[in-house]
């Protein structure tokens, strides 16, 4: 089992729609969490930490399920400028490492 | 802040050749990372430094490569002898802490073996 494991999609969603992505990780001593963002032929870029008590920044939505060992990422009112592979990470320091996860594709159609 | 900086963007090579790229993380940072990046196998972590040290190489797929961090503001990624199977994007990231902190990226070098 990998570490840390996304649905590689790809999802193919019409502008404005909304959509959410599940992540799992297995190191139940993890205690950071993020986003990034990667664009075709591009470096990943972060686009949101995730914290414990959920965060939300513009139509994104990040939550963290400890319990369930899961992290999510929710998009509303998709643009257009949203395709992009997202890409989930978990860190933790216990065992000196950060883990990126595959990946999800986005695609947003007209 | 000028960021990670990678060199070469781009390389060609034939197989055989030895191929150097190097990394200059963002000042002040002291985690370094080096991943590679295929259609196939999505993106790999291939070593870290923590502190200039290596702290885990589990990921380099054999004695061909090896990696360098000499100082706090440079790192190299060596392939020696490179093969086509190695034709990837590899990429520098650097943070300011090993497993907490976000990671930034350099563009990436992509690398051709014929």
């Known amino acids: 089992r990998k570490e840390v494991e996304q649905d590689p999609g790809p999802f193919n969603v019409p502008e404005g729609a909304t959509v959410a992505f599940n992540c799992t990780y297995s190191n139940s001593a993890s205690q950071s969490f993020f986003w990034y963002r990667q664009d075709c032929r591009k470096e990943p870029k972060l686009l949101m930490s995730v914290y414990s008590s959920g965060n939300e920044d513009g139509r994104f939505t990040a939550q963290l399920n400890r319990a369930s060992q899961y992290i999510s990422l929710l998009i509303r009112d998709s643009k257009l400028s949203d395709s992009a592979t997202y890409l989930c990470v978990v860190g933790s320091s216990s065992a000196s490492k950060i883990i990126f996860g595959s990946g999800t594709r986005l695609s947003i159609r007209p | 802040d000028a960021g990670v900086i990678q060199s070469p963007r781009h390389e060609v090579t034939e197989m055989g050749q030895e191929v150097t790229l190097r990394c200059k993380p963002i000042?002040?940072?002291?985690?370094l990372f080096w991943y590679r990046q295929t259609m196939m196998r999505g993106l790999e972590l291939l070593i870290y430094?923590?502190?200039?040290?290596?702290?885990?190489d589990s990921g380099m797929p054999e004695d061909r490569f090896s990696a360098k961090m000499p100082n706090a503001s440079f790192s190299t990624l060596k392939i020696q002898p490179s093969e086509p199977r190695d034709s990837a994007v590899y990429f520098c990231a650097s943070s300011s802490d090993l497993a907490t902190d976000t990671q930034y990226f350099g563009p990436g070098t992509r690398l051709t073996v014929l």
């Open positions: 430094f923590n502190n200039n040290v290596p702290i885990d």
């Open positions: 000042s002040g940072h002291n985690s």
